[in-house]
């Protein structure tokens, strides 16, 4: 059977700041702030979180306005290339309409080794011709390898897969294809983002015209003045009515207090709970956005 696993996520400092999610060893890094995938996934990293989520991982940009890019050689002009784009991500520029980047929206786009979506041209076996963007070269579709040594973390370049505890080791770096046959696990990039479809359009409410009362029409027989009789009965009917509805009234209105009571005292009961949970340990920021974890307990890795 199959197992399907996206990239994980190396991190570093940036002017001293902390930066989650970077796919690989950038040029932004501070000297000696990176620290690989397979290290920050580990259960004992304190930043641990950064690992999680793909589509929060930041690439760069070709140009001020240019498509999204994980590689300043794709682009037209390598040295326009902006190495973090914080709009710019693995799977999808996330510019808003008052960007002045006309991708905004779009799914980011990678090169192909032949037939493969690939990250980069070295990913190229011998005899493979390298082409440098496919629009059908999706995150979904790009397929990487892995750094394994007991367990495995899928990554973009077996260059992740270097220690930094000095020791001047790498982890064995298994390509897709012989992951997949070697323990049935596809490495790929990312899942693609939904893109919110609009909302349908609502009819405005419609309202019936006012009807107008029908007059009814007096007789000159004696109908009109119904018998003192009647009247009677009808104050009767009424004080009996009022009975009723102050009879029936009365134990509603007891029991739903004791329920409102009670909903008051699980919704203050259900608030504790939510508080607790909305603590994790640490966050993403990415650009504007957080992305909160709630356990980071779960095993990253995959076993071999």
Request: aromatic fraction near 6%.
């Amino acid at each position: 059977m199959v197992v399907a696993r996206t990239v994980y996520a190396g991190l570093c400092k940036q002017n001293d700041t902390l930066v989650c999610g970077v796919v690989e060893n950038q040029d932004f890094c501070d000297d000696g702030s990176w620290e690989p995938p397979h290290s920050v996934a580990d259960s004992g990293n304190p930043n641990r979180i950064c690992a999680y989520y793909p589509d929060t991982m930041v690439i760069g940009r070709c140009g001020l306005d240019g498509p999204c890019s994980n590689l300043a050689s794709r682009c037209t002009d390598p040295d326009s290339f902006i190495s973090r784009d914080p709009n710019c991500r693995i799977t999808k520029d996330y510019s808003d309409e008052s960007s002045s980047s006309k991708f905004g929206g779009q799914y980011t786009t990678y090169g192909k080794c032949g037939d493969r979506c690939v990250w980069s041209p070295d990913d190229c076996l011998d005899g493979e011709e390298y082409i440098n963007d496919d629009i059908d070269c999706t995150a979904d579709k790009v397929k990487i390898g892995a750094c394994l040594d007991g367990f495995g973390y899928c990554t973009v370049s077996k260059k992740t897969c270097a220690n930094v505890d000095g020791s001047n080791t790498v982890e064995p770096f298994y390509t897709h294809d012989d992951l997949l046959d070697y323990s049935g696990t596809n490495c790929y990039l990312a899942d693609l983002p939904e893109t919110p479809k609009p909302a349908a359009p609502t009819s405005p409410p419609t309202f019936a015209p006012p009807s107008t009362p029908t007059a009814v029409p007096r007789t000159n027989n004696n109908s009109a003045s119904p018998p003192n009789n009647a009247t009677t009965s009808s104050k009767l009917s009424q004080n009996a009515i009022i009975g009723i509805v102050i009879g029936l009234t009365l134990p509603v209105g007891i029991v739903m207090g004791i329920l409102a009571a009670r909903c008051r005292s699980n919704n203050m009961t259900q608030s504790v709970v939510i508080t607790e949970k909305s603590l994790p340990p640490m966050t993403i920021a990415v650009s504007s956005r957080e992305v909160v974890v709630d356990d980071v307990s779960e095993d990253l890795s995959f076993g071999l």
